[in-house]
């Protein structure tokens, strides 16, 4: 008898025993969480943005607007209030008898306060039987915001020219707009309109487009430009003479504050000359561009 009350004794025990485990598995599982995945957050690195498109000074324009990017087509403002810079031109058009012509012209550069720059320019030409001063010209620029903050940025320029040689003066307005396509990407388009103001009262209709493209940050772009001009006179307005010229441009900056562009154009219509070549080498003297950042490909950004 003792046997058997101790072996149903132990049997209790263990149902009861077996019936509390299975309770606690039971309630562990359904207390039991969804799992959770976490993933590392990716972060931008800092190399792969362009300095050239960082913003720079009190317009927080990008650095590649300071220097001139496009010797047919301006964009936006080059110098910060107070700040110079000059640039050497040399235009050389070859016409389709074979002679040759360069205009030559000294720009100096100076930022003004309120989104304002003033330009003066001294011009001469050589052609084949002389050398002789062609013109002086004063400019100013406005900008109608800071960078950004309206579509294309669009800034108005004046020119005023003072003939030489009995040529009479002129007055030139351009609207000049320009912005970014993405990473690299830069462009410019300008809309002009330039009057004599006597003699054959010549009057000008053109525009001029470009897009760049960054090949070494802060060191070397390569891109397409072009110009189209409608050009009248007094008395002959229905004979408009028309040029349409195209070619490459290559810009590059030798230091942060020094840049050399070329861009030979080539003429498409009868007007046109046979190839227009354009050299500008500029110096600024404002602070300029870091040096800290290394120059690298733009392919190998982000890498």
């Given at each position: 008898?003792?046997?058997?009350?101790?072996?149903?004794?132990?049997?209790?025990?263990?149902?009861?025993?077996?019936?509390?485990?299975?309770?606690?598995?039971?309630?562990?599982t359904t207390n039991t969480l969804p799992e959770i995945v976490v993933?590392?957050?990716?972060s931008v690195a800092p190399d792969t943005v362009?300095?050239?498109?960082?913003?720079?000074?009190?317009?927080?324009?990008?650095?590649?607007?300071?220097?001139?990017?496009?010797?047919?087509?301006?964009?936006?403002?080059q110098e910060s209030p107070y700040e110079m810079?000059?640039?050497?031109?040399?235009?050389?058009?070859?016409?389709?008898?074979?002679?040759?012509?360069?205009?030559?012209s000294e720009e100096f550069e100076l930022g003004l306060p309120h989104r304002f720059q003033l330009d003066i320019y001294e011009t001469?030409?050589?052609?084949?039987?002389?050398?002789?001063?062609?013109?002086?010209?004063?400019e100013f620029r406005y900008a109608f915001a800071d960078w950004g903050r309206l579509p294309l940025n669009p800034t108005l320029y004046l020119e005023y020219t003072f003939g030489t040689h009995g040529d009479p003066d002129a007055l030139e307005g351009k609207l000049l707009l320009g912005d970014e396509i993405g990473q690299g990407w830069h462009y410019g388009v300008n809309l002009i309109c330039e009057q004599g103001l006597w003699g054959e009262r010549s009057t000008e209709l053109a525009g001029a487009a470009a897009i760049g493209r960054t090949v070494i940050d802060r060191k070397l772009s390569l891109g397409i430009e072009s110009e189209y001009a409608n050009e009248t006179a007094e008395g002959s307005r229905g004979a408009p003479e028309v040029s349409f010229l195209l070619g490459p441009s290559v810009q590059w900056r030798i230091t942060?504050?020094?840049?050399?562009?070329?861009a030979p154009l080539f003429g498409l219509t009868?007007?046109?000359?046979?190839?227009?070549?354009?050299?500008?080498?500029?110096?600024d003297f404002g602070p300029g561009t870091s040096d800290q950042a290394a120059a690298?490909?733009?392919?190998?950004k982000g890498r």
């Open positions: 008898m003792k046997v058997r009350r101790w072996a149903a004794v132990v049997g209790m025990n263990m149902c009861a025993a077996a019936g509390l485990y299975a309770a606690e598995v039971s309630q562990a993933r590392k957050a990716v362009l300095q050239e498109e960082q913003a720079v000074g009190p317009y927080r324009q990008p650095e590649w607007t300071t220097e001139r990017r496009f010797p047919t087509t301006r964009v936006y403002l810079g000059v640039e050497q031109w040399d235009r050389i058009r070859e016409f389709k008898d074979g002679s040759v012509e360069h205009r030559f001469w030409k050589a052609g084949p039987d002389d050398v002789h001063q062609d013109e002086e010209s004063i942060p504050k020094t840049h050399l562009d070329l009868h007007d046109s000359p046979r190839v227009e070549s354009w050299i500008v080498l500029g110096y690298a490909p733009v392919s190998t």
